[in-house]
C-alpha cells in the first residue's frame, strides 16, 4: 500500500494562497490553522510544496514552505479524526515548535516528536524545508511505543539512534516507489522499530526499578514466536525465563501495558497482514490468530484500526484516492477526498 509520490503546490493567485496552504498542511499533517505574513511591495510571495509517499499506514511527508505560522487548537482537535504521533525532522532552514511546556527551535538536523490529541504551535522564521513522519497510535501498539512518547520529545540529531532513523528515511523516500507490498510492509516495520529506539535514547527509562529493559525486549521476543499458541500466558512467560508471574506483570505495567493487551495487539497485527496478503477468509484469519469467532474479531479489529476487517482488506486492494486525507483512526483506511474542498490545488502522481 505504498503508491507512487503524491504532490501538492500552492497556486499564483496571493489572494488564495494563506488558504492553499491551511489545505494543503490539514490534508497531510493533520488540521492545522495557519498564517501567512502580507507580502511588501516587490517581495517574493509565499510559496509551498508538500509531497507524500504511504508506508503502508504510515504516512511520509516533505514539505518546503517560506516564513508563515500555525496552531492547533481545541478547534483543529476536535476536526482530528484518530490518534498520531508525529516526528518532524528540519532538513534546511529554520522552526520553532512549542507542544505543552515544551518549545524547541529547530535547526538542520534536529527533530521533534509532537503528539495530535494536544495543542500546538510552530512558527518558521525563514524557508523551511521539513520532513514529517505521521504515525498512528494504533501501529506504534504493535512495538510498545506508546509509553515512550509524549508532545514536544526533542531527538538529539547528534544521537547515532537519531542518525540511524533519519537517514534510513532518506533511503526509503528514495526506494518506496519500487517496493513490493511485502517489502513495504517490511519497511514499515523497521521505521517503526527504529523511531521506539530513537525514543528510547533520547528520554529516561519508566521510572520503576521494574523496567529491565533487556528482560522485557526477551519477553517481546518470546510472544512473538508463540503468537499462534493460544496460551502465551504471564505463567508461561515467566516459565520461559525463570522469573515469578509478578515479576513479569511487574515489567509489562511498569510501560502501561499488561501481557493480554500486548498479545492482542500483536495478534491483530498479524491479522491484518493477512488480511492484505492473501485471501483466507475472515473467518478463517480470526481463528489463526486465536479469537474465539469472527464478530468478536471483527469488534476488536475495527475498535484498534478503525475498520471492519472487510472494509480494511478492500482499501487495502483498491488503494487510496488520490489527494486522500491522513486522517482515520488508522492511516490505511481512508475516506476518499471529496473533490475541491479537500485542498485548494489537486494531488498530482509522480
Known amino acids: 500500500m505504498a503508491g507512487d509520490e503524491e504532490s501538492w ?42 509531497r507524500r509517499w504511504w508506508i503502508d499506514d504510515l504516512a511520509l511527508v516533505d ?128 521505521t517503526l522499530e527504529l ?23 526477551a519477553m517481546d521476543r518470546y510472544i512473538e514466536r508463540h503468537l499462534l499458541h493460544a496460551a502465551v500466558t504471564p505463567a508461561a512467560i515467566a516459565r520461559a525465563h525463570g522469573v515469578s508471574v509478578r515479576t513479569v506483570n511487574r515489567i509489562f505495567n511498569a510501560t502501561g501495558q499488561t501481557v493480554g493487551e500486548v498479545v492482542r495487539v500483536r495478534r491483530l497485527a498479524r491479522a491484518r497482514e493477512d488480511l492484505t496478503d492473501g485471501d483466507l477468509p475472515v473467518s478463517s484469519i480470526a481463528h489463526r490468530w486465536g479469537f474465539s469467532d469472527t464478530s468478536h474479531f471483527s469488534r476488536t479489529f475495527k475498535a484498534h484500526y478503525g475498520s471492519s476487517p472487510s472494509e480494511y482488506r478492500e482499501v487495502a486492494r483498491t488503494g487510496r484516492a488520490d489527494g486522500a486525507s491522513v486522517q482515520g483512526p488508522v492511516a490505511a483506511v481512508q475516506r476518499p477526498a471529496r473533490p475541491g474542498t479537500e485542498t485548494g490545488v489537486t494531488a498530482t502522481r509522480g
Open 9 to 50: 503546490r500552492t497556486g499564483d493567485e496571493p489572494g488564495d494562497v494563506a488558504e492553499q496552504w491551511r489545505d494543503m498542511l490539514s490534508a497531510t499533517h493533520l488540521p492545522w490553522s495557519v498564517a501567512v505574513p502580507r507580502p511588501e511591495t516587490g517581495a517574493v510571495l509565499f510559496e509551498a510544496a508538500v
Open 63 to 190: 514539505c518546503t514552505c517560506g516564513p508563515c505560522s500555525g496552531t492547533r487548537t481545541r478547534r483543529e482537535l476536535a476536526g482530528t479524526d484518530g490518534e498520531f504521533v508525529v516526528v518532524l525532522i528540519t532538513l534546511a532552514g529554520r522552526e520553532t515548535v512549542a507542544q505543552g511546556d515544551a518549545e524547541a527551535g529547530l535547526r538542520p538536523g534536529d527533530a521533534v516528536v509532537w503528539d495530535s490529541t494536544a495543542p500546538a504551535r510552530f512558527a518558521v522564521s525563514e524557508p523551511l524545508s521539513k520532513r514529517s513522519l505521521l504515525i498512528p497510535r494504533a501501529a506504534l501498539d504493535e512495538v510498545g511505543g506508546r509509553v515512550w512518547t509524549s508532545g514536544g520529545v526533542r531527538l538529539d540529531g547528534t544521537k547515532p539512534a537519531t542518525r540511524l532513523l533519519t537517514s534510513y528515511l532518506d533511503s526509503l523516500g528514495v526506494a518506496l516507489p519500487d517496493l513490493g507490498p511485502q517489502s513495504v510492509r517490511a519497511a514499515r516495520n523497521a
Open 195 to 217: 523511531f521506539v529506539g530513537a525514543l528510547r535514547a533520547g528520554v529516561d527509562t519508566p521510572t520503576t526499578t521494574m523496567a529491565q529493559p533487556a528482560l522485557r525486549d
